[in-house]
């Protein structure tokens, strides 16, 4: 049967690593000016992690809370549809909390809270939680735990 096109963005058949092929429905990502092609449902931090693309800065991709929306310091700006819409209980509780405040947060999301569902625009902002006014473009990162960064997901 072949893979049935998804009305808001790409939907296809997939090579998996081993060869083979998955069905699935995938979405663009555009992030630091890469493209990722990213499965339907996956959580936004992992798979800019698993494309060696970190939403922390600096100290912050070694010292955070590994998906657990304590830390904030994968706070990014998302244009284009993510799962939960709105704020999660754990974005409220972080992202009205210092440094983030009514004058800073209310474009951001935390990129370990949220689900990929469709064609998305993500920008991450600078100083050690993302909280600043400039775009940070900082490229390659490999996660320092390896699989363990994924045991949220
Ligand atoms: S990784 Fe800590 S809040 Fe997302």
Same mark, same amino acid.
């Given at each position: 049967r072949p893979p049935r096109p998804c009305r808001a963005c790409s939907s296809a058949m997939s090579k998996t690593p081993g060869g083979g092929e998955e069905e699935g429905q995938y979405? *663009? =990502?555009?992030?630091?000016g890469e493209k990722l092609r990213v499965k339907d449902g996956e959580l936004l931090r992992s798979s800019l992690l698993r494309a060696s693309l970190s939403p922390?800065? &600096? %100290? $912050?991709?070694? @010292?955070?809370? /590994?998906?657990?929306g304590t830390c904030g310091t994968c706070a990014v &700006?998302?244009?284009? +549809?993510? &799962?939960? $819409? *709105?704020w999660t209980a754990m974005e409220r509780a972080r992202?009205?909390?210092?440094?983030y &405040?009514?004058? #800073? #947060?209310? %474009? %951001? +999301?935390?990129?370990?809270? =949220? /689900? =990929?569902?469709?064609d998305l625009k993500v920008t991450k902002f600078d100083?050690?939680?993302?909280?600043?006014? *400039?775009?940070? /473009?900082?490229?390659?990162?490999?996660?320092? %735990?390896?699989? !363990? *960064?994924? @045991? !949220?997901d």
């Open positions: 979405h *663009e =990502v555009e992030y630091k922390h800065n &600096s %100290l $912050a991709q070694t @010292i955070n809370c /590994r998906g657990l &700006s998302i244009q284009g +549809r993510v &799962s939960p $819409a *709105e992202l009205n909390f210092p440094p &405040s009514n004058d #800073n #947060n209310s %474009l %951001l +999301r935390l990129a370990c809270q =949220v /689900r =990929v569902q469709g100083k050690f939680w993302g909280q600043g006014k *400039e775009e940070t /473009r900082d490229k390659k990162f490999t996660a320092p %735990l390896g699989e !363990l *960064e994924y @045991i !949220l």
